[in-house]
């Protein structure tokens, strides 16, 4: 059974930093993974996929890269901006097309 | 092309009442995923369908709770005699192909409140 972890929960950082949120995903035999936004009480905005076969995706100031056989992902944000607070859901597609979230990293980003 | 369309997007229920959640999927969209937000909790798969037919309804619970997607209009969760503990967000996606490296699209969710 497919597992996708976020660690940590949260995260407080001074506007202006470069950041790193973490993924780990339990089963590598994934489809692709995707970096979704939400905004509280919001749905979600798709911000990056990587397909299987891919390494990383880049996106503004965002990157994504993905290592499927250890079963990690991370999202680097560039520059970080108090706009950019929101919670950060990592999800990976297996072979069922189900996508498995994580349970999200909270951002917060102090101006 | 619009996006995914879910209504409503807030929906009150006293518990034992039905609850009705509807879901439009993008132009030329053929394959539906419903997903469950609890409180505190990640997002979990409940349903997928196709055109007049269920996929995979390995996460939906198996009392009160059923779904279609039938070859006209939108797809609709169904929800009877709701209670308490339904209470949620419940977001719809659909992606374009059966082909899984394709990209699910969300909608914004209808958020459900039992009393």
């Known amino acids: 059974k497919q597992e996708v972890t976020q660690i940590p929960a949260a995260l407080s950082v001074p506007e202006g930093e470069n950041l790193v949120l973490n993924c780990s995903f339990t089963d590598s035999a994934i489809y692709n993974l995707q970096w979704f936004r939400q905004d509280p009480g919001k749905g979600l905005t798709s911000l990056l996929l990587i397909q299987s076969s891919q390494r990383e995706q880049t996106s503004g100031r965002l990157n994504a890269s993905l290592d499927k056989s250890s079963g990690r992902s991370t999202l680097y944000i560039a520059a970080s901006q108090p706009g950019d607070s929101a919670t950060y859901l990592c999800?990976?597609?297996?072979?069922?097309?189900?996508?498995?979230f994580g349970k999200g990293i909270t951002l917060s980003v102090r101006p | 092309n619009a996006g995914v369309m879910q209504n409503p997007r807030h929906l009150v229920r006293r518990r034992g009442q039905e609850a009705r959640l509807r879901c439009s999927p993008m132009?030329?969209?053929?394959?539906v995923y419903w997903y469950r937000q609890l409180p505190e909790e990640g997002l979990k798969f409940m349903v997928y369908l196709q055109k007049e037919n269920i996929i995979d309804e390995s996460g939906m619970p198996k009392e009160r709770f059923s779904a279609e997607f039938p070859k006209e209009g939108p797809s609709i969760l169904r929800i009877q005699q709701v209670v308490r503990g339904d209470s949620a967000a419940y977001f719809c996606a659909s992606s374009i192909s059966v082909v899984t490296d394709h990209e699910q699209f969300f909608g914004p969710g209808t958020r459900l409140t039992v009393l």
């Open positions: 999800a990976v597609t297996g072979a069922n097309s189900k996508l498995t």
């Open positions: 132009k030329g969209h053929s394959h």
